[in-house]
């Protein structure tokens, strides 16, 4: 095909610098250049004034940009998840680093001849696509939940939108209880079939409509690699994915976090910088919020004296209510803002509703997962990322650099990195997770061959279900609910545990096994079990990890017997002490096996707030560990 003149002239102006004068992103300055080289051809006699002005005069931009719409709607290539989040980060970054508008940005990603180099790991991915696509991965009953829209010219010529929405209102005036829930795409389709000829029986015909059955329930999944925060793998949802950019469950979605807060908005600032360890202790009793409402446990039963670790084990929710109490809201509240959360309500004018009722996340439900919007898979599996990074927080990371078409750097997308609690802190958090898995709410997400620290969390009703995992290598947060918030019946409670469980085996196939690194400021000591006191004659002991700052230096004061009445054998065989510590240099610590006790149970007190069950409690009468010392009970032992 021939080049006109004005066309020459625009690729001619493009060598100077080609993305500055690239006819597709920044067809203003290549007008500018174009008119450049005409002027120079002219004054050297190459064309003449008429054809110079003709060449100006054509509009040669209006026939790229319909070319390059063209390319671009006819692409048949239907992107991954992992690929519609890398296109909005890196259309993001064009404007935000580099100052390209949409149009430019958009354009120089498809077109532009850029050179990205992404943080996904193929093989990792692969797993999960190959799991996710699992019939024998999900609950038998599987129902579809219709997407539907639909634009039509009306007699009149006007173009009129229809929505899944307006459908639902349509049936529910025959049926209330109509929902958007079918159990197969065909019963689903009558519905369409019907709705869509009461619009079009008045002579309007259609423009465009999208019908799309999402299999129920859903489920999404994002693996990071916590040292370097390189996201390796997300999928955001099960089922055929049939287009580009579509409902990303890891990224897009909002879902309450349930239990999983409970480690970043309230244990995280207690033991960090409120002066509390894994052996301060709480009441667990009946409990009120401060508007009178109850908080309950999921077992709707009480334990009395219980420990931070065995609250954290078995999801206790009196004990973070009263937790958070003590740490205050704002201050959790601030934490979850270091901890990269981005969905947050501040009380703002930004956190405004409809009805003109300014929200925030600053109470006492937030320790139970009770916020205003909601969180994402990925933010939430970097904040665990973060505690697995030694107390290290960085943001998600789905690509290293771009390159354009010469080769040059255009971003260098480096790793922001920022400390949001201690190293001690972190290890701490850490040992107390790992009895979950081993002991405690977790126990289906147990690896034949790695150390597992995570949390469970379920919300009101079992409406979202979670587990928020690590190893000493990877970082995997799983969901599982309806898309449109239906309550997850009995027979599907479970099987995001087993998902989780099945991808992190094969990822960690071949990986050399290793336990958590202890740092240098954390050390073991002997204290009372109900106090968390040094203990004196009398005391049931236990042995916990602290952080060296935090250790105590009181005597308990509640279990000293007088010297008449007490008599001070010393045996070394005592039986009231006890190891209350997951000693991450052996592997052997006594657990439950692979089964899961009925797993999260439903976790919600009646202000509308929830949290995960303790149901999972399998360690018997005694909740304070899995082994015996030998001590005496007047001893302080230093590990």
Known sequence: MDLNL?????LAGITQNPTKFNPIINPDSNRKRRKEVLQHMLDQNYITQDQYDEALADDVYSRIQAAQEKNSSTENTVYTYFEDELTDQI????????????????????????????????????????EYADPSNYPDTVQYELDYALTVTDPDGNQVNYSKEMLQLYFQNEDPDFDLLFDSPEDGQTYVDKYKASILANGSKVLAERVNFAPQPQSSMSVIDQHTGYVKALIG????????????????????????????????????????????????????????????????????????????QNSINVVAVKCLEKVTPDLGLKYLDNFGFTTLAHGTEADKDANGNVWSD????????????????????????????????????????????NGNVLIENTAAERSVIKESTAFLLTSAMEDVVKQGTGTACQLDNMPVAGKTGTTEAYNDLWFVGYTPYYTCAVWSGYDNNEKLPDYARNFHKALWKKVMTRIHEGLPSKEFEKPASVEKLSVCEETGLLPRAGC??????????TMPTEYCDQHFYDSD?????????????????????????????????????????????????????????DDNGNGNEDDSSYQVDYY
């Open 6 to 10: 004005s066309e020459c002239a625009t």
């Open 91 to 130: 259309i993001n970054d064009l404007m935000n680093i580099k100052g390209y508008t949409k149009k430019q940005a958009t354009n120089l990603l498809y077109s532009g001849g850029l050179k990205v180099y992404t943080t996904q790991d193929s093989k990792i991915q692969n797993i999960l696509d190959e």
């Open 237 to 312: 949802g099960r089922g055929e994915k049939t287009a580009s950019l579509t409902l990303n469950r890891a990224t897009d979605t909002t879902r309450q976090p349930g239990s999983t807060f409970k480690i970043v908005s309230t244990y995280a600032p207690a033991l960090n910088e409120k002066g509390m360890t894994l052996a301060t202790t709480f009441e667990d009793e009946p409990y009120e919020y401060p508007d009178g409402s109850p908080v309950n446990n999921a077992t709707r039963s009480y334990n009395g004296t219980t420990t931070i670790r065995t609250a954290i």
């Open 362 to 405: 600053a109470n006492l439900a937030t320790a139970l997962g009770g916020i205003t919007r909601g969180v994402t898979n990925v933010e939430l599996c970097a904040s665990y990322a973060a505690i697995a990074n030694g107390g290290n927080y960085i943001k998600p990371i789905y690509y290293t650099k771009i390159l354009d078409h």
């Open 540 to 549: 049931p002991v236990i042995t916990e990890y602290f952080d060296v700052g």
């Open 565 to 621: 009445d007490y008599d001070y054998n010393y045996d070394t065989d005592s039986s009231d002490q006890t190891d209350n510590t997951t000693d991450t240099d052996n592997s052997e610590s006594s657990d439950n096996g692979d089964t899961d006790n009925s797993g999260d149970s439903n976790n919600t007190d009646d202000n509308g707030n929830s949290g995960d069950d303790g149901t999972d409690n399998t360690g018997g009468n």
